[in-house]
């Protein structure tokens, strides 16, 4: 079946740090992916919509500076938190989808985020 | 915007158990997803429904499309302890494929003792 890969699956660091989180479709190509984020104990919720070639589209209340996407290939796209600060730790998890009027997202298994 | 609540928000169950639960929207959907979320992992697809009505079954998992189109209900045959996660209902923005932005359940946690 589609394999998504998260890299990496778990990042510490300090407060104003970048970071970068790499999702990536391993066998097949991917028009557009998703980023989720998830609170402990919450459902996930819709980040923003990355379209390769193309700039991403955010949910409302996602900063988009803070949250910079990149979809450069049709099997790559990466998130950069950038500055982040304890309030963005959180668990990230992306998904990709081969768009065929059906095919059902396939989720990557995240990256645990954790600000100090 | 759309909101899917699920219910149970909890359950312990016992080995061997079904177990059922069921997730409602306050709007239409085209298209019904389960999905299981194992601790710190991200959720695998269980079952993807596509008509109101529609039963369909993966392994000791049923699921059904409500004829309304505003809710789904997600079974589970004789549990075992494997089953412990968290199971989302997921639905698609209306009249678009599931390869569109999800909207995802408040979930259910699933809780098996032996």
């Known amino acids: 079946g589609a394999v998504v890969s998260q890299h990496p699956s778990r990042v510490i660091c300090k407060s104003g740090t970048s970071v970068k989180i790499e999702c990536r479709s391993l066998d097949f190509q991917a028009t557009t992916m998703f980023w989720y984020r998830q609170f402990p104990k919450q459902s996930l919720m819709l980040m923003a919509t990355s379209n390769e070639g193309s700039k991403a589209t955010y949910e409302q209340g996602v900063e988009k500076d803070k949250f910079l996407i990149n979809h450069a290939s049709l099997t790559l796209s990466t998130l950069t938190v950038t500055s982040a600060h304890p309030e963005d730790s959180s668990f990230y998890i992306c998904s990709a989808t081969e768009w065929t009027g059906r095919e059902p997202q396939h989720f990557g298994d995240g990256t645990r985020l954790s600000i100090l | 915007g759309q909101q899917l609540n699920q219910s149970p928000q909890s359950m312990f169950i016992q080995e061997g158990e079904d177990v059922s639960m069921n997730c409602t929207s306050s709007s239409i959907f085209n298209t019904w997803l389960w999905y299981k979320q194992d601790p710190g992992e991200g959720p695998v697809l269980l079952i993807a429904?596509?008509?109101?009505?529609e039963l369909t079954s993966n392994g000791r998992l049923t699921a059904q499309f409500g004829i309304t189109r505003k809710d789904s209900f997600l079974n589970i045959s004789a549990s075992i302890p494997s089953d412990v996660g968290i199971y989302f209902c997921a639905g698609p923005q209306p009249f678009t494929g599931t390869a569109s932005k999800l909207t995802f359940g408040t979930g259910t946690r699933l809780q098996v003792t032996l």
């Open positions: 429904l596509y008509k109101a009505g």
